[in-house]
């Protein structure tokens, strides 16, 4: 069975060589010493990578690259495809090759699957708690600098939807760039000014805070989608109050499409959903990653 295939459109092959070429250069720096001391150069082995934890699988296509870069494997046979749900015991895949080059590469391609891995894990509960009400669940900016785009592509492949890869792809008009611009009828004006000016069809987002923001941009219109941050509360008790976001998304009456965001968490999103809103925003996905535990033995042939 092999991996994934095809990379996101916001990761090139060259991207993806750059990248691992750094992390490379970071966790090798002159060679490593411990295994050229105590594995004869010609020694052949088989690498066998187990799931020792229940999660969806991430990241296989990048472990190959990190594998194939040390010159380790004369063969790859993944037993599961990126995004697969595994549990522990899970054999997650087979490699042969020079056994001082499969050590060497171990920690690197086990850090970077491990990492894609739990953020697809995380994704995937997410998307199951938010059903029947099925609200696109998205990412965030709030990913590891340098692994953007590996972070996103584990959120797809957890089930989740890629909001935008940076600042280039999206107006977000947040509450700091409102009092910038001297308000928001102001900030929506000078957004489509923008886009107008520059013969952009990108879209605009504006993040509203309390029912009266969000009137005052229905009033004025021009945001195609409304980001209606921290209208969810978890009270004393425990129990979610989505009273305020609820309220939100009756006004927007599909106007345009509804993100809500903050406060999101596993126990908060099934109420959230339940509201109609169309997305959900969740930068714990990226920035609060709990790795999946996989781990690699080898044996000699």
Not at 266 to 280: E, K, N
Request: charged share 20%.
């Amino acid at each position: 069975m092999s991996a994934m295939s095809t990379l996101p459109p916001y990761l090139s092959e060259a991207d993806l060589d750059a990248l691992l070429a750094r992390a490379w250069t970071e966790d090798i720096g002159r060679g490593d010493i411990t295994t050229a001391a105590t594995v004869p150069a010609q020694t052949q082995g088989q690498a066998t990578i187990t799931a020792k934890a229940s999660g969806v699988v991430a990241g296989l296509y990048v472990a190959a690259h990190v594998f194939r870069h040390a010159g380790a494997p004369t063969s790859i046979r993944w037993h599961v495809s990126d995004g697969t749900r595994v549990e522990p015991g899970t054999t997650v895949g087979t490699l042969r090759g020079n056994a001082a080059a499969l050590l060497t590469a171990e920690r690197l391609a086990l850090n970077l699957m491990q990492r894609m891995s739990g953020i697809a894990t995380a994704t995937a509960r997410m998307v199951e708690a938010a059903r029947p009400h099925a609200p696109d669940i998205l990412d965030t900016r709030k990913t590891a600098p340098g692994l953007r785009a590996l972070d996103k592509w584990a959120v797809h492949l957890g089930g989740g939807t890629n909001h935008r890869i940076g600042l280039y792809d999206l107006f977000l008009i947040k509450d700091n760039h409102i009092a910038a611009a001297g308000g928001i009828a102001e900030a929506l004006d000078a957004a489509q000014r923008y886009r107008d000016t520059h013969n952009t069809d990108l879209g605009i987002e504006l993040e509203v805070r309390t029912l009266d923001e969000l009137d005052a941009a229905l009033a004025h219109g021009g945001p195609d989608i409304l980001l209606l941050d921290n209208m969810t509360h978890v009270m004393s008790d425990g129990t979610v109050d989505v009273s305020m976001l609820q309220t939100a998304v009756d006004r927007v009456d599909g106007q345009c499409r509804t993100e809500a965001s903050g406060n999101v968490t596993l126990r908060t999103v099934t109420p959230i959903a339940a509201t109609g809103v169309d997305a959900i925003s969740s930068g714990a996905l990226t920035h609060s990653v709990t790795a999946l535990d996989l781990s690699m033995g080898l044996e000699l042939l």
